[in-house]
């Protein structure tokens, strides 16, 4: 794991640059009680219509909300439940991804056949209408949510897992455990999970950033948390929206939170993608810029070279 962190500083800072914001937010989401102005009474931030809607100062510096609330203390909550819902629902999805991916490889057959046909289905049905409906029905909480967002995802990513499976399933030492008598439940956790968890970090990483958006849409759509729990989603739609032109701040602050958190997320994933996946490399296969233009440089003047001796 040191490894990992040191090539992921040496080769991919943007990414472990993300790495560190990503950790800044579970941090204050771990010791929001400690770290926020205003406290929480009952569940709830004490709310005051006579500090209502000022402007950032010293006293707030990100304002109040239109129920008086400062903005600060608001957003430090949020991010409590950002982190616990873009964190769970992410592991929880690609958990349900690898245990349909790979049992649908190793075990094959017409098991294989029906359950692709099902995720077909369901990948015809737009995944956003899955999730409103699921929410209608469930109604509005933290439970519910981490359900929703989880469920129809780790499905829908089901596919690109059991394609790498099926790649292991197929090699050599997958076979001979299956002559040796090793039944489907050992080569999936002993031969298949093992060697397609590059494969599934990337997915992991990779995926944060749409379930912490995921998570804002369907709060903003009013089909998210309970109103009383402290949302950068729901307050977007609760007042950010109606306050645009007269209180900016308050849509501002939550807006951009949603997308530093995601941007770093995105740069997380891709920074691990390019690590684990020795293909990419970036997109620049192992040379970086200055060594390309050393490469260039190098030919231009041998070719130059060739020219004048021929």
Request: net charge positive.
């Amino acid at each position: 794991m040191k490894e990992f962190f040191s090539l992921l500083w040496r080769t991919k800072k943007v990414a472990f640059i993300g790495l560190v914001v990503l950790i800044f937010f579970v941090v204050v989401a771990i010791f929001a009680d400690a770290i926020a102005p205003q406290k929480m009474e009952n569940g709830m931030l004490k709310s005051s219509l006579i500090n209502a809607m000022k402007p950032p100062s010293i006293e707030h510096p990100l304002g109040t909300d239109a129920m008086g609330r400062d903005l600060l203390s608001y957003m430090v909550y949020g991010a409590r439940t950002s982190v616990i819902l873009g964190i769970t629902c992410t592991i929880l999805s690609t958990v349900i991804s690898v245990i349909i991916g790979v049992a649908s490889a190793v075990i094959g057959g017409k098991f294989d056949l029906l359950l692709q046909r099902f995720i077909d289905a369901w990948q015809c049905i737009p995944g956003m209408l899955i999730m409103l409906i699921l929410m209608s029905i469930m109604g509005a909480g933290m439970v519910q949510m981490i359900i929703v967002l989880s469920i129809p995802s780790g499905i829908g990513g089901s596919r690109m897992i059991r394609s790498a499976a099926i790649s292991v399933k197929d090699s050599g030492y997958c076979k001979m455990s299956r002559m040796m008598g090793g039944k489907n439940v050992w080569r999936m956790v002993h031969h298949v999970v093992p060697n397609i968890m590059p494969l599934v970090l990337m997915n992991l990483a990779n995926s944060l950033g749409g379930t912490i958006m995921m998570e804002a849409t369907l709060n903003f759509l009013g089909f998210g948390v309970n109103i009383n729990t402290p949302s950068w989603g729901y307050l977007l739609t609760s007042q950010g929206r109606s306050k645009m032109y007269t209180a900016p701040w308050i849509g501002l602050a939550p807006g951009l939170a949603i997308t530093i958190m995601v941007f770093a997320a995105a740069m997380f994933g891709d920074g691990v993608r390019d690590v684990l996946d020795p293909r990419l490399k970036g997109g620049m296969g192992s040379f970086s810029l200055k060594k390309i233009r050393k490469v260039a440089d190098r030919y231009a003047a041998e070719h130059g070279m060739k020219e004048a001796n021929g």
